[in-house]
């Protein structure tokens, strides 16, 4: 079974520096995905950027990018000019790839509580 | 448009009542899912609907868990002797239907505390 791991339980930054936050995952699958989820204190779970395993370039969304070292089973997050609204948990996820009736569960890590301060 | 809706926001049980907590996906998504998150830990799969196909009940983590999805749309999770055990925040998904890129969509979830 796949496994997720967010070794920092909380991180801080300054507004507008740079802060990276830590995921690594165990699989033996060679394709999946991998999600970041920013969970606010109203609970809602928002996607904020996703890499498909089979792609080499790191994804970015505005502020937001990953480093995938796949050999390495790593995903990391990186927030850049971070602001007082990134203030969340963040939630790493992993997802199999689709196979015939199969589910297409998220598997989470426990998550890291982001505080920006000002 | 609208997003997933769950009710109630919050719900206050004794242990050993039984609860039903409702989630009302985003229109025309044939997937639904239902995830628990107990205080401190990430999120937790309990089970999976997709379309007329049998739910994928492999993440129930007891026999007095069940959810059904009545005509494709509203799915109800219901625990049944309630223990406090139970008390976490229940997360429902949905997306629009089975596929490699397609995005789950959170509701708010429901806050379920036994006492």
């Known amino acids: 079974a796949q496994t997720v791991t967010q070794s920092q339980p909380e991180m801080s930054v300054q507004e507008a520096e740079t802060v990276t936050l830590s995921c690594t995952y165990d699989t033996s699958e060679s394709d999946y995905y991998l999600f970041w989820y920013k969970q606010p204190p109203s609970r809602q779970m928002i996607l904020v950027i996703r890499q498909e395993a089979y792609k080499q370039q790191n994804a970015t969304e505005n502020r937001f990018s990953v480093n995938f070292q796949k050999a390495a089973k790593s995903f990391s997050l990186k927030i850049s000019d971070s602001q007082l609204g990134d203030a969340a948990m963040y939630f790493c996820a992993y997802r199999s790839p689709i196979t015939q009736g199969g589910s297409e569960k998220l598997v989470f890590g426990k998550g890291t509580k982001l505080t920006v301060n000002p | 448009g609208a997003g997933v809706s769950q009710s109630p926001s919050n719900k206050v049980t004794e242990k050993g009542k039984d609860v039903e907590l409702r989630c009302d996906p985003i229109s025309g998504h044939t997937a639904l899912y239902w995830y628990r998150q107990s205080l401190g830990q990430g999120l937790e799969f309990l089970i999976y609907?997709?379309?007329?196909?049998?739910?994928?009940k492999s993440g129930l983590p007891s026999d007095r868990f069940s959810a059904e999805r009545t005509g494709g749309s509203v799915s109800t999770l219901t625990i049944q002797r309630t223990q406090q055990e139970d008390s976490a925040v229940y997360l429902c998904a949905s997306s629009l239907t089975q596929g490699d890129s397609y995005e789950q969509y959170f509701g708010p979830g429901t806050r379920l505390t036994v006492t």
């Open positions: 609907f997709q379309g007329n196909s049998a739910p994928d």
